[in-house]
């Protein structure tokens, strides 16, 4: 069993920064690709950001040139940093993973985190 445990997050003001991460734990990990999905209240759980083993990345056209994913593959951790906040940013991130080293989409997801909420205020 894989668990992914999120630290991070909080409450910021429009425009500033935050990071989040998340690290893998478990016997017989076996971690492919890795990333942050988020949901805000009334709104359908959305990819932000996915990165594999090798290092190739994904972003949802929101948070392109703001965010930026990175991983630790020797500490089973993934990264997400975010800039320049906004208030539509605001919502509950989940970390995510799946066995395999391919595309992440909610319905390819093997392991989920609990979530950390991100609040950006105006």
């Known amino acids: 069993q894989v668990q992914l445990v999120e630290s991070g997050g909080g409450l910021v003001q429009a425009g500033g920064s935050l990071s989040l991460s998340c690290a893998a734990s478990?016997?017989?990990?076996?971690?492919?690709?890795m990333g942050w999905f988020r949901q805000a209240p009334g709104k359908q759980r959305e990819l932000v950001a996915s990165?594999?083993?090798?290092?190739?990345?994904n972003y949802a056209d929101s948070v392109k040139d703001r965010f930026t994913i990175s991983r630790d593959n020797v500490k089973n951790t993934v990264y997400l940093q975010m800039t320049s906040l906004k208030p539509e940013d605001t919502a509950v991130y989940y970390c995510?993973?799946?066995?395999?080293?391919?595309?992440?989409?909610?319905?390819?997801?093997?392991?989920w985190g609990r979530g950390t909420q991100v609040t950006v205020s105006s």
């Open positions: 990165i594999t083993s090798d290092g190739s990345t």
């Open positions: 478990g016997s017989r990990l076996s971690i492919g690709t």
């Open positions: 995510a993973a799946r066995r395999l080293n391919t595309m992440l989409v909610s319905t390819t997801v093997n392991y």
